[in-house]
């Protein structure tokens, strides 16, 4: 069988797209199928009332090792290196230091329960303790580190991430997301609005259909989410059922994030950070005036994220307000207007924010990663160096299919 592509990348989120990257160095043919009308995937910057706001990923996560920082630096993009505000509560509102200080105890003697004396159910939620006074607070940073409550998530998994993490993260203010889609080689193809709808393993190669005609490679590189690998959005051969299997231990949690103008005078200053109601589970984390921008960045996780996914935006602007009112006073409603909101969970090729893996599935990422028989390879959208997790950046450095 002769073929029309030496290597397809299905999915041009930002591990396709660091895929294309390392493949435009090899000389190989290389064709990129994105699904939607643009590139990124959950990196995703819309520029609205002259903000460039990340409706997904922001944030450049164990910047020191990042390779998107020198791809950012290398091709002009400024990155801010400035420490994050989200260890801070501002003036304390709603959060006394005592409570504070009460808070990150609870945390941190969780933390060293999951270290030292993990539960044999792999499940992050058996290490709390029982009617712990800030269980909330747990829960509320479980569903914004990995998208899902701690009854959902595995031990190993969260350790693996938390371990390999350098806690450096930086921002490129003219959005990760513009990044992303600037960094896609021009030597690679790319059909944009092309959803396959099936793959084929054939003698030679495969075979990939899409809406607009069959296509042949000797290489498929698979980099959409695993909520789209479970899904049946693609048509997938039965040579992949473990890869299947191994993905659906791997959901998307949910994440979802809105954004508020500032408009006329109020109290947000640049550079700050609350979090609405440290005991409630479904709180968010507001960031305010990020880059002294007239903005106010919300951003919810597991329960929370529920109030934008299945409510819909106006309930999950009125909720953000009614939380900040309630720190900085009634009065700074009206300085609050809605610009912009998330919805990846309704995102039929995407489903959902970064993945997680569920108790006692955590080595499903290692097996998602493997090569299917030489011709097909998967990569879990969003994989970082070293092994699989969830975060956008690590294919530049492992991926290639070519890897």
Known sequence: MSTDWDVVIIGGGAAGIAAARRLATKGVSTLLLEASPRIGGRAHTVN???????????????????PWVGIAEASGFVVERRRAAW???????GFSPEDQDAADEAYSAWHGRLIRDPPQSDC???????GGMWNGYLQAMSGYISGAGLERLSIADYL?????????????PAGYGTLIAASLPPSVALRLATPVEGITLEAAGVSIATRAGRITARTAILTVSTAVIVG???GLPSELDEWRHAAASLPLGRNEKLFLEIVGDSPFEPETHVIGDPRNPSTGSYYIRPFGRPVIEGFFGGEGAEVLAEHGPAAG?????????????????????PLAVSNWSRMDHIGGGYSYALPGKGASAGHLGSPVRGPAILRR????????FNRPWGLSERSAGCR
């Open 48 to 66: 609205v009332a002259k903000h460039a706001l990340d409706l997904g990923c922001g944030w450049l996560h164990s910047a020191d090792r990042n």
């Open 87 to 93: 260890n801070q509560q501002y003036r304390d509102l």
């Open 124 to 130: 992050a939620a058996d290490a709390l303790e029982s």
């Open 160 to 172: 693996a991430y938390d371990t390999a993490s350098t806690r450096y993260n930086w921002r490129v």
């Open 232 to 234: 049946g959005t693609i």
């Open 317 to 337: 602007f009125a909720y953000a307000i009614e939380e900040l009112a309630a720190l900085f006073g009634s009065h700074v409603r009206r300085s609050l207007w």
């Open 381 to 388: 959208r969003g994989d970082p160096p070293l092994r699989l």
